[in-house]
């Protein structure tokens, strides 16, 4: 057994460098990827996250750097990590002019499976992505988010320990984006999924770890909800109170622990307070004490995390603005 499938790592990423004529794609790229984590590539478009998941799947050399998926190299072992992946690219290539089912077993046979093995595999699959009223149409006759179904199919019939989707919910509604979710969200434990958003939502509620680029560069990787804690600024607070204008701006100011506060008038006589405090530091509980010292009237009390995007907003902003100078 090879060292990083005994550390329990399915991908291993090192120093990975992509150029291309007169452009760097990725620079010095390096990951780890545990075994049954969902792992996302959040960013705009141009980030990287294509080309990364194509050198990934052998679809693409690199120019310099290492990858490893399984124990195996991608690049002198190309063959046993393709037997290994199931990879669906952005543009899903499909032969439109078969039906559904065909084409399943079709690609399942390219993929080894033959025989009772090979139907079982193509009937649970279609099921799995809800392609099972239309398995006897032609694939160019599908809509997009149907074509997107079969790209996933594709990508899951021959049992992959690695899946790899690029923008899977891309042409989806609202309805069949749920249903990916839970799909992506179920593979994970049994298999690895590396999954491109640049929907920001998306990877929050879908992977385990999120690894975060742009121009090419990873800013970090870490947990969706430690990722939150990355900006400077703390949570935001806003409560709703019936006081006395200047006095609770005299109270506000003399807060120290607020970078800075607005106050607005409300719905009746009450007074919306929206305060962003210091990293660390929870505002509800002083807020609540002032209250009820000053007997002030309290109807509302919510504190609000950074969402992923106030995170990469953040992370790009200093680069931004460096430039802007």
Known sequence: ???????????EVNNLTKRYAGHTAISRLSFQV????????????????STTMRILACYMPATSGSARIAGLDVFSQSMEVRRRIGYMPENNPLHTDMRVQDYLKFRARLKGLHGTRNRERVSLVMDQCGLGEVNRKIIGQLSMGYRQRVGLADALVHEPDLIILDE????????????????????????????STHILPEVEMTCDQVLI??????????????LQSIPNEGSQVVAELLAPA?????WCA??????????????????????T?????????????????????LRELTRSQPSLEDVFVHMTRPKIDEEER
Not at 1 to 11: F, K, T, V, W, Y
């Open 246 to 250: 200047t006095e609770l701006a005299e």
């Open 168 to 195: 899977p919910t891309l042409g989806l509604d609202p309805n069949q984006i749920r249903q990916v979710r839970q799909l992506i969200k179920s593979l994970g434990g049994t298999h690895t999924v590396l999954i």
């Open 254 to 275: 003399s807060l120290p622990d607020v970078l800075h506060y607005d106050i607005s008038t409300s719905e009746g006589d009450y007074l919306r307070c929206n305060f």
């Open 1 to 11: 057994m090879s060292e990083q499938a005994e550390n329990g790592l399915m991908i």
């Open 34 to 49: 545990r075994r049954g984590e969902i792992v996302g590539l959040l960013g705009p478009n141009g980030a990287g996250k």
């Open 213 to 226: 680029l742009h121009e090419g560069r990873i800013l970090a990787s870490d947990s969706p909800h430690n």
């Open 277 to 297: 405090a210091r990293a660390g530091v929870d505002l509800r509980p002083i807020v609540y004490e002032a209250a009820r010292s000053n007997d002030w009237k």
